[in-house]
């Protein structure tokens, strides 16, 4: 209704016309707020109240067949399989009425004819995530998909709309980083991984240009790069590799999981998009939006990628991992996460200075990655016992291994999580590969050490306390090894 109707209405129902000004105030300005939404498809400057977030999605959800009145009057009849049935009424709650998924059986991003509403919200809200992460992120890439997977899946899929357009290339280049999601995708997707091995410079752990170049034939489809890791390991010169993969033909795929929100990270992704090529860049939502683990976003500056990638997706998809992120990023609006970024940069400038103290205090240092600024890592060779005489080098790593963890166990025993403790001498087997060293993407890496991360929505007070208990977990380590 318009605003003098409804001040005419309500003058009919005895409502005083200065108590309607004021009343309709809000409301004129939410539903300029949802007009801005539609016109401009930006990220709002300033957060949106709960209550008008609600008020939105359930006018969006009303424009969705299923969410009709079940009388007699109804005006949809429903008779396919499908028609967005709903039993319980906490599930429709849970969902604001939105029932129908995301996409169609051609193409994820597809409108469904039933469901204009949920498919304007998929719409709203990739625009706004690829505003976030132009004007926030810094990162300047064109195009974008949004999946309701995780990273590992979504780069499976990247990497199978890949495969369809090149069947004769059956090989992936992977850059060694110890994390096993990675390598999955690689599987999942029907195709060869070939491990590239790092090198080492300092503490820190780096890519092996050479190695990689080495490995280039005709039978390489892409190559997968990393951008976010656990230290020591540091993100991969993707500029560089960027630039083999354009003078050798191959697709170019970088695993930015966590690093839109690390400006250093996004500048360097730019740069390796000017001078070489990057086919596809994929990031997790939960981690750099601080939502529910289960989506992702691909970026690329070619279309027809990011149409490519929709096209391979098998049927339709929830489109609960999306309505999560439109919810947030209206919730955050422009200010709201730039303000996240620059507590992270804040927590950052004192975090290693303040880990590397406590590490001292014990005899330990912190490991120097400074092309790593989100995950840092400090020795732990310290809490190992001595190694005798008449012990081989293998034998006495393979003896302190597990006590080495142990601190990990502590650690979580006494509510600390997210810490990474990795000994020397780690070893696993992945699809065939024998990974030596693992948990520091690095074949003999010469330091059992332990990770923390200064990641986005960090509070100071956590880290004040973690510190503490730090400190004191590994006092009492040190105390029972003296025991023993």
């Not at 109240?49 to 079940?70: A, G, M, P, V, Y």
């Not at 090529?277 to 691909?298: E, Q, W």
């Not at 590397?356 to 912190?366: C, I």
């Amino acid at each position: 209704m318009e605003e003098a109707t409804l001040q005419s209405a309500m003058a009919a129902l005895g409502i005083p016309k200065t108590h309607t000004t004021v009343g309709l105030a809000n409301l004129v300005a939410a539903h300029k707020e949802y007009r801005s939404l539609f016109v401009n498809r930006r990220l709002p400057e300033d957060g949106w109240s709960d209550i008008q977030i609600q008020h939105f999605l359930f006018i969006l959800s009303t424009l969705d067949t299923n969410n009709k009145r079940l009388t007699s009057s109804s005006r949809w009849c429903g008779v396919g399989e499908r028609e967005g049935r709903l039993y319980s009424s906490l599930v429709a709650n849970r969902h604001f009425g939105f029932a129908h998924g995301m996409g169609r059986s051609g193409d994820i991003m597809e409108p469904q004819p039933k469901a204009v509403g949920s498919s304007v919200l998929v719409q709203l809200t990739l625009f706004m995530a690829m505003d976030a992460i132009r004007r926030c992120s810094g990162l300047n890439v064109k195009y974008g998909i949004l999946l309701p997977l995780c990273t590992g899946m979504s780069m499976s899929l990247v990497l199978s709309s890949l495969r369809e357009a090149n069947p004769d290339r059956s090989m992936v280049l992977w850059c060694r980083i110890d994390q096993k999601s990675c390598f999955k995708a690689i599987s999942s997707a029907g195709l060869t991984c070939v491990v590239i091995p790092t090198t080492l410079e300092g503490d820190e752990v780096v890519t092996n240009l050479a190695a990689l170049e080495e490995a280039m034939s005709d039978q390489v489809l892409a190559v997968i790069t990393t951008t976010s890791c656990f230290a020591p390991r540091v993100r991969d010169k993707v500029d560089h590799v960027a630039k083999l993969c354009q003078t050798h033909n191959v697709h170019h795929i970088i695993n930015n999981a966590y690093g839109l929100q690390c400006a250093s990270t996004s500048k360097l992704i730019n740069r390796a998009c000017v001078v070489g090529r990057v086919d596809a860049i994929v990031c997790s939502t939960d981690k750099n939006f601080m939502v529910p683990v289960g989506g992702a976003i691909v970026l690329s500056p070619q279309e027809n990628i990011i149409q490519n990638i929709g096209k391979v997706y098998a049927g339709r998809a929830s489109s609960s991992p999306i309505l999560d992120l439109f919810i947030t990023l209206l919730s955050m609006g422009m200010k709201g996460y730039q303000k996240l970024l620059q507590d992270r940069q804040q927590a950052l400038e004192s975090f290693a200075q303040r880990l590397s103290a406590v590490a001292e205090k014990h005899g330990e240092r912190l490991l120097q990655c400074p092309s790593n600024t989100i995950s840092f890592g400090i020795t732990l060779d310290s809490l190992a016992r001595p190694r005798n005489e008449s012990e081989d080098e293998i034998s006495y790593l393979e003896s302190i291994r597990k006590p080495i963890s142990a601190l990990g166990a502590m650690l979580f025993s006494r509510c600390v999580s997210g810490t990474r403790v990795i000994p020397r001498l780690e070893q696993k087997t992945l699809g065939g590969h024998v990974l030596a060293g693992f948990g520091s993407s690095h074949e003999a890496y010469p330091h059992a050490y332990m990770t923390a991360a200064c990641a986005i929505g960090v509070h100071p007070s956590e880290v004040d306390e973690f510190l503490v208990r730090l400190d004191k977990t590994i006092h009492e380590f040190k105390k029972k090894q003296q025991k023993r």
